[in-house]
């Protein structure tokens, strides 16, 4: 089984920073890829930014140039800066986990509980 961990979200004022972080533990051999998504209420979940193990990033179009991604391999854990925050960046954000378990496992995936970002103007 495997847990995923989230700390860092909050209350900012539009124009603000807020670093979101997210460790994994448990039955992990290892890991595919960290990313963030998020959801605000009526939306569907989307992605916002990944990492893979190898450290290749891939970012949502209306957060390149002000969020970055980054993970520590040693540590299991991934972690998202969120600089220039606006009112519209307002949601819940769940960290997503993609790893084997073992050698000639498949891959698996594992959701954070969320955390609010909100962002007031």
């Known amino acids: 089984q495997v847990q995923l961990v989230e700390s860092g979200g909050g209350l900012v004022q539009a124009g603000g920073s807020l670093r979101l972080s997210c460790a994994a533990s448990g039955s992990i051999s290892s890991i595919n890829a960290m990313g963030w998504y998020r959801q605000a209420p009526g939306k569907l979940r989307e992605l916002v930014a990944a990492?893979?193990?190898?450290?290749?990033?891939n970012y949502a179009d209306s957060v390149k140039g002000r969020f970055t991604i980054s993970n520590d391999n040693a540590k299991n854990s991934v972690y998202l800066q969120m600089n220039s925050l606006k009112p519209e960046d307002k949601a819940v954000y769940y960290c997503?986990?993609?790893?084997?378990?073992?050698?000639?496992?498949?891959?698996?995936?594992?959701w954070g509980q969320g955390t609010q970002v909100t962002v007031s103007s």
């Open positions: 990492i893979t193990s190898g450290g290749r990033t």
């Open positions: 997503n986990l993609s790893y084997y378990s073992g050698s000639r496992t498949p891959l698996f995936g594992s």
